[in-house]
């Protein structure tokens, strides 16, 4: 049973899209081409996550050495471009 999905604002919803779109390709509801636009988008959203989770064990890392870059922003917050409203 698919759920509607009108916006993906958490990880589990992310989960139950991709889960969705292998449920809906296998009973040939979906075409193929938008199976595999969604699975490429996912793919961006996996690596941007990697990279904001490297980068606070990072700054975690950092600190147990004695370095201070700040604080660790929480994660999927932090803007980007926009440095005038970044915190330290």
Do not use: W, Y
């Amino acid at each position: 049973m698919t759920l509607p999905i009108n916006q993906i604002a958490t990880f589990g919803d992310a989960r139950r899209m991709i889960l969705d779109t292998i449920v809906e390709l296998r009973a040939g509801t979906m075409h193929t081409g938008t199976g595999m636009a969604i699975a490429a988008n996912m793919k961006v959203l996996n690596d941007s996550i990697q990279v904001e989770i490297n980068a606070a064990k990072m700054v975690i890392q950092a600190q147990q050495a004695g370095h201070n870059f700040g604080r660790i922003v929480t994660m999927g917050q932090k803007m980007i471009g926009n440095a005038e409203n970044q915190e330290t």
